[in-house]
Nanobody, 118 residues
Framework: QVQLVESGGGLVQPGGSLNLSCVGSGLTLSSYTMAWYRQAPGKERELVAFITGAGSTKYTDAVKGRFTISTIGYKRTVYLRMNNLNSDDTAVYYC????????????WGQGTQVTVSS
C-alpha cells in the first residue's frame, strides 16, 4: 500500500523560509515523478514543482528562484525548500507521486498547511 506523508508546514513571516518533507512508503521514488501541488482558499489546486526519476526539475513561474525540489531516494523522501515566502504562497501543499509505466499510478498525500503572515 502506497502512502505519502507530508510535514514541515506552519506559520511563517513574509520573507521567511520553510522546508517541506514528504515521506513515501510502498513505492520507489525513482520510478515516479514526484511533485508538490498547492491549493489556496477559493482556488484550484496548482502544480508548484516536480522532479522526475532521472532528476529533472521544473517549477511554476511564481516560485522560480525561490523554491527548490529535491529527493533523497534511500530516505524515500522528497523535499520542497521554500525561501522568500510571501502571502501568495499561503496554501495547503500536497505531495504527489505519478507514473505511467509499467502501469499508470497516481498517489496523493494528505497535505500540509503553509501560512505566510506577519
Amino acid at each position: 500500500q502506497v502512502q505519502l506523508v507530508e510535514s514541515g508546514g506552519g506559520l511563517v513571516q513574509p520573507g521567511g523560509s520553510l522546508n517541506l518533507s514528504c515521506v513515501g512508503s510502498g513505492l520507489t521514488l525513482s520510478s515516479y515523478t514526484m511533485a508538490w501541488y498547492r491549493q489556496a482558499p477559493g482556488k484550484e489546486r496548482e502544480l508548484v514543482a516536480f522532479i522526475t526519476g532521472a532528476g529533472s526539475t521544473k517549477y511554476t513561474d511564481a516560485v522560480k528562484g525561490r523554491f527548490t525540489i529535491s529527493t533523497i531516494g534511500y530516505k524515500r523522501t522528497v523535499y520542497l525548500r521554500m525561501n522568500n515566502l510571501n502571502s501568495d504562497d499561503t496554501a495547503v501543499y500536497y505531495c504527489n507521486a505519478e507514473r505511467v509505466f509499467p502501469t499508470r499510478a497516481n498517489y496523493w498525500g494528505q497535505g500540509t498547511q503553509v501560512t505566510v503572515s506577519s
